[in-house]
């Protein structure tokens, strides 16, 4: 059986106190999909619903987590 973990650095530990409330229930929902990759592709309007956050808040949150360097967005072929 294999099992699937998450290994976090300290510094990212530290850097967390830089987010709002929004920015991190997002990356939260985003871990929960995150595949071996580390991608995952959920669309504005699911991440919307499981943060209980408009899309347009979810968009912006987005925004702000790439501008710190705590998401990467591409798009998919």
Not at 8 to 27: C, F, H, M, Q, Y
Not at 59 to 70: C, D, G, P
Request: charged content about 30%; hydrophobic content about 40%.
């Amino acid at each position: 059986m294999t099992e699937t973990f998450v290994k976090v650095g300290a510094s990212l530990r530290e850097r967390l106190k830089e987010l709002n409330d929004t920015e991190l229930r997002l990356l939260f929902a985003l871990g929960l999909r995150i595949n071996e990759e580390r991608q995952c592709w959920p669309s504005t309007a699911v991440l919307a619903e499981e943060c209980i956050r408009s899309e347009r808040q979810v968009r912006r949150s987005i925004t702000r987590l790439m501008a710190k360097n705590f998401l990467w967005v591409g798009r998919r072929a």
